[in-house]
Structures are given as structure tokens and as C-alpha cells.
């Protein structure tokens, strides 16, 4: 079967195979079709092989050359799970305010590392903000430009402290990050005069 006709559709939960022009053949469930706009979304078993978890593919009827129907459902598909409005508008202004931060790091003339940094230590506290070019975590620690462990002030204390550690960390890891190529490329640079 060629991509549907006028009228024709997909049953969601119905298991299908495509074809793609591509020459690559998905199987999957039914999630959701879309007659306008000829796309169709699969529910598809993990790449990841978890049991647990699902891929989930959006395929272009116009660019598949054959659909199979594998097994229609003709009962009536469960309801979908309720939407818990209030849960995404906070989670979308959460989100709007971390780009907002970001947008302002950035105009503000912020180093990259500073950005960075700032990622790192916001993905472990969340009260943490701008102020100029200096990080400010929970109020108590300021992280002033270069953005070393030396430069975090506050407070004596735990929140100290741990800013601290949390910076240490960040910039032994972008160390590390950075001395691994090197080391991949004098190896490969050893093998080939070693092989000559």
C-alpha cells in the first residue's frame, strides 16, 4: 500500500511497516496520524533496547514508498493522559528565564568560561544569578570574573563551601575535557610512526 488516499487512515494502535525511500523499513505503533500534512507518528521499541522506554519516530508519508497495515485496531484507543497545565507553564517560564539569563551573560560581555561555569553550577543550584559579569549562588556567594575558586566570596560556611567545590570540580573537569584529545592525538601520532 502506497501513502493513504482521500479518506484513508491510520487507526491509532495499529501496528504499521514503512518503507522508506530511503530504502529503510520502520515498524511500529500507531501514536498519531495527520491526513493534511501526511505525517504519521510510530511508537517504535527503544534504540537504547531499554524495556521500559519507547522511540518515537515522525515519518513523512510522501517520501515512503510502502506502508503495510501489520494489525488494525479497531477499538476505540485509550484516552490520553491528562496534561498537568500548570506543571508546563512553570516548567516553560523556568525555561524562558534560564534563556533570558543566558541572553543577558552573553550581552553583558561574559567570558565563555564564566557561561560555563555558571551552567555547571545552576545545574547543582538553582538560586543562582547574574548580577553584572558576577555569579551570585543563593545569595550568600559571589563568583567574580575570572571565575576561579579563588575568586568565590561569602560568608564562611557550608554554602561557601560547596560553591567552592562545585567550582574546583567544573574546572578539573574542563581540564580533563581538554587534555583527552591530546592525548587521543599524540597516540595516533605514536601508532602511525611506530607502523612506518
Same mark, same amino acid.
Given at each position: 500500500?502506497?501513502?493513504?488516499?482521500?479518506?484513508?487512515?491510520?487507526?491509532?494502535?495499529?501496528?504499521?511497516?514503512?518503507?522508506?525511500?530511503?530504502?529503510?523499513? &520502520?515498524?511500529?505503533?500507531?501514536?498519531?496520524? *495527520?491526513?493534511?500534512?501526511?505525517?504519521?507518528?510510530?511508537?517504535? @521499541?527503544?534504540?537504547? =533496547?531499554?524495556?521500559?522506554?519507547?522511540?518515537?519516530? &515522525?515519518?513523512?508519508?510522501?517520501?515512503?514508498? *510502502?506502508?503495510?497495515?501489520?494489525?488494525?485496531?479497531?477499538?476505540? @484507543?485509550?484516552?490520553? =493522559?491528562?496534561?498537568?497545565i500548570s506543571k508546563l507553564a512553570s516548567r516553560a517560564r523556568t525555561e524562558k528565564e534560564d534563556k533570558l539569563s543566558q541572553a543577558y551573560a552573553i550581552s553583558a560581555g561574559v567570558s565563555v568560561e564564566g557561561q560555563q561555569l555558571f551552567q555547571t553550577i545552576h545545574k547543582t543550584i538553582k538560586d543562582c544569578k547574574w548580577q553584572e559579569k558576577n555569579i551570585i549562588v543563593m545569595d550568600d556567594v559571589v563568583i567574580s570574573p575570572p571565575y576561579q575558586v579563588e575568586n568565590c566570596k561569602g560568608k564562611e560556611g557550608s554554602a561557601l563551601s560547596h560553591v567552592r567545590k562545585i567550582v574546583e570540580k567544573h574546572f578539573k573537569d574542563v581540564e580533563s575535557q581538554k587534555s583527552m584529545p591530546r592525548t587521543q592525538a599524540q597516540q595516533t601520532q605514536k601508532d602511525s610512526s611506530l607502523s612506518s
Open positions: 500500500m502506497a501513502a493513504p488516499g482521500p479518506g484513508e487512515y491510520f487507526s491509532v494502535g495499529s501496528h504499521v511497516s514503512c518503507l522508506t525511500c530511503l530504502g529503510q523499513r &520502520l515498524q511500529g505503533e500507531v501514536v498519531a496520524f *495527520d491526513y493534511p500534512s501526511k505525517m504519521l507518528t510510530l511508537k517504535c @521499541p527503544s534504540s537504547s =533496547a531499554k524495556p521500559n522506554l519507547s522511540d518515537v519516530i &515522525l515519518v513523512n508519508l510522501a517520501y515512503v514508498s *510502502d506502508v503495510d497495515v501489520i494489525n488494525d485496531r479497531t477499538e476505540t @484507543p485509550p484516552p490520553l =493522559a491528562s496534561l498537568n
